[in-house]
């Protein structure tokens, strides 16, 4: 992708994290860069 996130991309990840479709997930880091750490 290489470029910025978009502000609705952020709210829609941190809401999945609120809501109770992400009650199975435990302890993850959640990467949202775009894929910018594999091209370091």
């Not at 829609?12 to 091209?39: C, E, H, P």
């Amino acid at each position: 992708m290489k470029r910025i996130g978009r502000l609705e991309e952020l709210a829609k990840a941190a809401a999945f994290l609120l809501s109770d479709d992400s009650s199975y997930i435990t302890g993850q880091n959640l990467l949202m860069d775009g894929g910018m750490v594999r091209v370091i």
